[in-house]
């Protein structure tokens, strides 16, 4: 099992940075991708990134060249910096994992809210 927990949400102003973590714990060793995804009020959830085991990264088009996904060296926290913040990303935001042994996002926190006003 992997555990995850998110934080660093808040209100922002649009322009405005913040940075998401996501702590894991549990059978880490067992993830082969982790991402971000994120759901608005009456919208389906969408992913923003994801980063491999190897990795690599990917993006959503509506975020290339403002968000960045990284993790740290042992892999156990997940982050997502957010700059040039718009209200259109205002939205809760989930960390996912997928282990090596499945081939969708097995692992889920509970989210953490990111608001964004004009």
């Known amino acids: 099992q992997v555990q995850l927990v998110e934080s660093g949400g808040g209100s922002v102003q649009a322009g405005g940075s913040l940075r998401l973590s996501c702590a894991a714990s549990?059978?880490?060793?067992?993830?082969?991708?982790m991402g971000w995804f994120r759901q608005a009020p009456g919208k389906e959830r969408e992913g923003v990134a994801t980063i491999d085991s190897d990795g690599s990264t990917s993006y959503a088009d509506s975020v290339k060249g403002r968000f960045t996904i990284s993790q740290d060296n042992a892999k156990s926290t997940l982050y997502l910096q957010m700059n040039s913040l718009k209200p259109e990303d205002t939205a809760m935001y989930y960390c996912a994992a997928k282990p090596f042994s499945a081939s969708g996002w097995t692992y889920w926190g509970q989210g953490t809210q990111v608001t964004v006003s004009s």
């Open positions: 549990g059978y880490t060793y067992s993830i082969s991708c």
